[in-house]
């Protein structure tokens, strides 16, 4: 793991998360730690200091009633059993047809249905082979696209190519490249927060705050930022110190408003300035020099602020526009401009 994440990490690929799989496990055994594992402990606190964080992973669970289990009985594959029939419980093993009459032991974990346990220690090396056959029957290699469906509504691409159109309704084949990110799209009517990533998440807290506004077809936007230390500990949300602020945009032909009420704004946790506010679907001509911040006129900088009339595209872009942690509880601002004439 030590040289996996030095690798990622020269390679200057973000980093937030690494998974340490099963294999630190002593045989695959739950809260064990392998003899090969040494020193494991002294290198979590290493990531903990870099500011990652760090999940382990546990054994699988297989429900009882689907392909998958079904596939693993055709092919001989191990489950987890009882030692003997008298144990079964045959009230619950009955309602499985794959499992009745099988001394497999059923249980309880994720799914909401009965789940069999595999057993990767099985000898003869069947279970392994199922497992792996399912991971490639899911995944399919080679895929450059997707064949999507967008439900009646307002749908934005963020896909850098399409960014900002407004998608079709209905089944909508979608270009997905291998050397791309996977396609997102955005609902309209949002106010969607969202912040610059980093190598890790404790240095992309440092970066300016920024919201992605996706407009409707003649309702107002809105959504909400929950922002607290990240990591702390707190026995009751009351006590929880925090900022929960609430969004709502709204836009006729003559001006557009972002209002904001914080909920809960507590002094003591530090929160980056809203510097950057894109709206998609914007249809009027926005005057930069008639932007007012609680009714005091504010200066956005034109060199970064920009306005597409082809893709309805806004984007306002100013250092330090709304500084967040200077409100108080149940605060807020009102940042409201007009539209220049048709």
């Known amino acids: 793991m ?21 294999d630190y496990m002593e045989r695959y055994k739950d809260f064990t730690l392998g003899s090969d594992w040494a020193g494991f402990a002294e290198y979590v606190d290493e990531l903990h200091k870099m500011g990652l964080h760090l999940i ?3 054994d699988p669970a297989v429900e ?7 596939r693993g009985r055709e092919q001989n594959a191990s489950f987890i059993e009882w030692a003997k029939p ?34 990767f ?34 749908w934005y691409s963020l896909v850098p190519e399409t960014y900002a159109t407004r998608m079709d309704i209905g089944y909508v ?23 610059q990533g980093n190598m890790t998440t404790t240095q992309s807290r440092l970066n300016p705050l920024e919201v992605l506004i996706t407009v409707a077809d003649n309702v107002s936007s809105r959504g909400e930022l929950y922002w607290d230390a990240g990591d702390d500990l707190f026995e009751s949300l009351d006590k929880h110190k925090r900022h929960h602020w609430e969004f709502t945009f709204t836009m006729t032909s003559g001006n557009a408003t972002l209002s904001s009420v914080c909920e809960s704004c507590d002094p003591s946790v530090s929160i980056p300035s809203l510097d950057v506010i894109e709206v998609l ?11 007012q911040l609680n009714g005091k006129k504010v200066n956005i900088n034109v060199q970064t602020s920009s306005f597409s009339p082809f893709s309805r595209r806004l984007l306002i872009s100013t250092s330090n526009l709304v500084k967040l942690s200077d409100y108080t ?12 004439p048709a």
């Open 2 to 22: 030590k040289a996996v994440v030095a690798r990622v990490q020269a390679a200057q690929i973000p980093l937030d998360v690494p998974y340490a799989d099963i």
């Open 173 to 195: 084949d979608v270009e997905a490249r291998l050397d791309s990110l996977t396609p997102v799209y955005a609902r309209g009517g949002y106010v969607i927060p969202r912040q």
């Open 329 to 340: 509880p149940s605060g807020g601002f009102i940042l409201s401009w007009s539209h220049q």
């Open 64 to 70: 009882a009633d689907y392909g998958s289990f079904q």
């Open 281 to 291: 679907g914007y249809g009027y001509y926005p005057n930069f020099s008639n932007f």
């Open 86 to 119: 008298s144990q079964v419980p045959t009230k619950i093993q009955n309602q499985y047809p794959l499992a009745k009459d099988t001394l497999i032991m059923l249980g309880n974990v994720w799914p909401d249905r009965n789940t069999a346990m595999p057993d």
């Open 121 to 154: 220690l099985d000898p003869t090396n069947k279970t392994l082979q199922w497992w792996t056959s399912e991971c490639q029957l899911f995944h399919k290699t080679g895929v450059t696209s997707v064949h999507a469906y967008f439900p009646e509504d307002v």
């Open 56 to 58: 382990l992973i546990f």
